[in-house]
């Protein structure tokens, strides 16, 4: 997947024609309340082939082209044996995103390497943002687990969260996040929204 020449509109044409005060569809990565006081960084996306918006990232100690604005960290998806605490934040739906199609024709939003991302992060605020309900969402209920390494049987991607554990080579591994709940129901294949909250300090990989 690379999110380098992917476009969406028409080519020098107008990003957006029409505006409503609210959306009129949820997609992953968007933030859920315009009211929300949220907590987020700007960050370098220095994963090969780009990161998909709603997506949990690492952050990784990086110099390549990074000024003073930002964080001297790059965003990176996990790569397996990540510990719960090394979830950074979550990358932020952007309409200058580029994109490109899934396997059925629909959009994937993301961005490529070398264009920075907002990134929502736990702790202070915190936030509320949309990320893809690959199985059934129960408030209360489901728990929130950060998607580590991809399954083989190509449900769940590393960055994805899932309600429950994943513990094998099938489905894919995950570890829990106790400082996120799931806020709003939703059945498998739709969008769900995630919170992320507490006083936490993520921890950041000191190597590429």
Avoid: C, H
């Amino acid at each position: 997947m690379s999110f380098a020449s992917g476009y969406r509109g028409n080519v020098l044409g107008s990003v957006q024609t029409t505006y409503s005060d609210q959306p009129g569809v949820a997609l992953p990565g968007m933030l859920a309340f315009a009211s929300d006081d949220n907590f987020m960084d700007a960050m370098f996306i220095g994963e090969t082939l780009g990161i998909e918006a709603g997506k949990g990232i690492q952050a990784i100690i990086a110099d390549e082209g990074l000024g003073f604005n930002r964080p001297g960290l790059a965003a990176y998806l996990p790569n397996g044996g990540e510990s719960a605490a090394e979830m950074y934040g979550i990358v932020v739906f952007d309409q200058a995103m580029q994109s490109q199609e899934d396997s059925d024709g629909n959009p994937i939003n993301g961005w490529a390497k070398g264009r920075v991302a907002r990134v929502l992060r736990p702790g202070r605020a915190g936030g509320r943002i949309y990320v893809k309900a690959k199985d059934d969402i129960v408030p209360g209920t489901s728990t929130v687990n950060w998607v580590t390494t991809a399954g083989s049987d190509g449900i769940y991607e590393a960055g994805e969260f899932a309600p429950g554990v994943l513990n094998s080579g099938t489905v894919g591994t995950t570890v829990a996040i106790t400082n996120a709940k799931w806020v709003s129901a939703a059945a498998a294949g739709e969008v769900a929204i995630l919170e992320l909250f507490g006083n936490v300090v993520p921890t950041f990989d000191a190597s590429i």
